[in-house]
């Protein structure tokens, strides 16, 4: 079993509409957890980042963890064409004391927002 | 601007031939550097930890005398492929951690190819 589970979609949506994107996890030691945006060819780049459980919000875009059930979700609200990207979520068991650098990675969803 | 560049970001070689990529820290000094590689619709896996001055710290399951790292200052680590074969092709990608602001900056990654 991979650590990080992540539905590759694809996932196409109209403008406008809500998005909801997820992963599960099996190691309980995660303690921060980040969604990444990831354009063709292109290195990944940080949306959001939590610690532990709770929500995060950040324009039209809420991060929610569930460390219970070991689940993490990404919400867009409004989608936009822009938003077309891959989105991965990773997480870490590091604190912020330490390096972050080693992160654990979802397989990324495709999400496609057609006009 | 961007934090991460990272250099070339496509190469094609020929098999049994070696390619060098840079990863360069833009903005501020990175005692670590990170190695990642991504395959089509897979998750970026991390390869190795990239220590200023001293030896990288490798994965399991990746060669050290396949991919060479070096980190020969605060701003440059650069990542050899020897000996490529066509199984290498791939999206490297690097990144820096910024400990004052607690994230990892990503490159816009290396897209080898070998024929």
């Known amino acids: 079993q991979k650590e990080v589970e992540q539905d590759p979609g694809p996932l196409s949506v109209p403008e406008g509409a809500i998005v909801s994107l997820n992963c599960t996890y099996s190691?309980?030691?995660?303690?921060?957890f980040m969604w990444y945006r990831q354009y063709s060819r292109k290195g990944p780049e940080l949306l959001m980042y939590?610690?532990?459980?709770g929500n995060k919000e950040d324009g039209r875009f809420t991060a929610q963890v569930d460390k219970s059930s070991k689940y993490i979700s990404l919400f867009i609200r409004d989608s936009q064409p822009s938003d077309s990207a891959t989105y991965l979520c990773a997480m870490s068991p590091a604190d912020r004391g330490s390096t972050l650098g080693r992160l654990y990675f979802g397989r990324g969803t495709q999400l496609t927002v057609w006009p | 601007g961007a934090v991460v560049s990272q250099h070339p970001s496509r190469v094609i070689c020929k098999s049994g031939t070696s390619v060098k990529i840079e990863c360069r820290s833009l903005?501020?000094?990175?005692?670590?550097m990170f190695w990642y590689r991504q395959f089509p619709k897979q998750s970026l896996m991390l390869m190795a930890t990239?220590?200023?001055?001293?030896?990288?710290?490798?994965e399991q399951g990746v060669e050290k005398d396949k991919f060479l790292i070096n980190h020969a200052s605060l701003t440059l680590s650069t990542l050899t492929v020897t000996s490529a074969h066509p199984e290498d092709s791939s999206f490297y990608i690097c990144s820096v951690y910024d400990r004052l602001k607690g994230e990892l900056f990503f490159g816009e990654g290396s897209r080898l190819t070998v024929l």
């Open positions: 990239s220590n200023e001055g001293s030896k990288a710290t490798y």
């Open positions: 190691n309980s030691a995660f303690q921060y």
């Open positions: 903005d501020f000094q990175a005692t670590t």
């Open positions: 939590t610690y532990s459980s």
